[in-house]
């Protein structure tokens, strides 16, 4: 098992930092493409076999040293009986009007059986850990809140004219959530990442209320505490002293911030990932191996050091520039 993202995680990696990408999975391979053709997303996201082949395609065509499970933020609405679909070039919509005081929880492990299942079969073909993963509370209610642009402005108005809702939205969403990262775990995921992509759009007391409350209770209250969890939100920097503070074993890194700046509020043992632009694939190979050549000059020597990008993959970068970077830092 090549476990260059383990030991970083542990903040014991002595050898060049372990490379993976955010949304490493998807639209950008054509690999992806073909698989996807006469399917829905939410079709793909459900069927356990199609979970294994599409989690492996970056593992196996690029090279990474992780794999990170195809799933989605949302397949958690499942646990809670809220029908949506993923539609072309709109992404995420909730089927039918939701009356959020009638959400039940259901039983977590039969609802989501089929992630359970990818999960057990990755286990059997990987050589590199696999990372599992859910949406924070916050990041996921936004998407039964927000029908309009995605600003937030849905889900501030009902923040603010529904306080006690809003707060029990996250709080059962909270319960899901918490019981998928264990399941997960127990199924076999080596680390996991908690993706809190719209809390960089609250105000700091909203942060602190909304998101980072949640994000304490995923990192003390889980039962594997010995598997790595790491903490992303969108502007992850602007929070890094909060998030530091809840002593997750690392930090995801937007491409805002300096990674030095952030090593210095964010004290070892905690891992750093991070944080080139994902616009670079749009650039040339040069200035795409000096940026990641500053960066890795950077965090020399730091065993808690994990390359990765400060967001995700967009879809229309050439695959070939992605594999030359993953070549690139390996050779470092
Ligand atoms: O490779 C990986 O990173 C693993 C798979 C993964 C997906 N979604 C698959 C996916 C992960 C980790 C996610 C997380 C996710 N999903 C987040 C948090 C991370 C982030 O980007 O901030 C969010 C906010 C979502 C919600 C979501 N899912 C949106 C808004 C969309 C549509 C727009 C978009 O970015 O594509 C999706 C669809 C989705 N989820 C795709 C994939 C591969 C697109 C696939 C396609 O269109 O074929």
Same mark, same amino acid.
């Given at each position: 098992m090549n476990s260059l993202l383990l030991d970083a995680l542990h903040y014991k990696n002595l050898q060049r930092p372990p490379v993976w990408f955010m949304r490493q999975a998807g639209r950008y391979l054509p690999e992806y493409q073909a698989l996807?053709?006469?399917?829905?997303?939410?079709?793909?996201?459900?069927?356990?076999?199609l979970i294994v082949d599409?989690?492996?395609q970056p593992v196996d065509i690029l090279g990474v040293d992780a794999a990170i499970l195809f799933s989605d933020i949302l397949i958690v609405f499942d646990a809670l009986g809220i029908e949506y679909e993923f539609q072309d070039k709109i992404g995420p919509v909730i089927k039918k009007p939701i009356d959020f005081a009638k959400l039940q929880k259901r039983d977590v492990k039969e609802s989501l059986w089929f992630v359970f299942e990818g999960i057990r079969n990755l286990r059997k073909e990987l050589k590199v850990p696999l990372i599992g993963f859910a949406g924070a509370p916050f990041t996921v209610a936004t998407y039964l809140l927000e029908l309009s642009k995605r600003e937030l402005a849905d889900t501030k108005k009902y923040m603010y004219s529904e306080p006690e809702s809003f707060k029990l939205l996250l709080d059962?969403?909270? &319960?899901v959530i918490l019981e998928y990262v264990d399941l997960q775990v &127990?199924?076999?995921?080596?680390?996991?990442?908690?993706?809190?992509?719209?809390?960089g759009l609250l105000s700091y007391p909203e942060f602190k209320k909304y998101s980072l409350s949640y994000l304490e209770r995923l990192v003390k209250e889980r039962k594997h505490q010995d598997v790595p969890m790491i903490l992303f939100c969108r502007n992850s920097s602007l929070f890094a002293q909060e998030l530091s503070a809840l002593k997750p074993h690392g930090i995801s890194i937007d491409w805002g911030a300096d990674m030095l700046k952030m090593r210095s509020l964010i004290p070892?043992?905690?891992?750093?990932?991070?944080?080139?632009?994902?616009?670079?694939?749009?650039?040339?190979?040069?200035?795409? &191996?000096?940026e990641a050549k500053r960066l890795m000059d950077g965090m020399k020597n730091d065993p808690g050091y994990i390359f990765n990008l400060g967001h995700g993959i967009h879809p229309d970068v050439p695959v070939e520039k992605v594999?030359?970077?993953?070549?690139?830092?390996?050779?470092?």
């Open positions: 996807k053709k006469g399917r829905t997303l939410y079709d793909m996201f459900h069927d356990p076999k599409v989690t492996m059962k969403l909270f &319960e &127990e199924n076999g995921a080596q680390a996991i990442q908690i993706f809190d992509s719209w809390a070892a043992p905690i891992a750093l990932q991070g944080n080139l632009d994902p616009s670079l694939f749009h650039g040339s190979l040069s200035n795409i &191996e000096n594999k030359h970077l993953i070549q690139y830092v390996k050779s470092y």
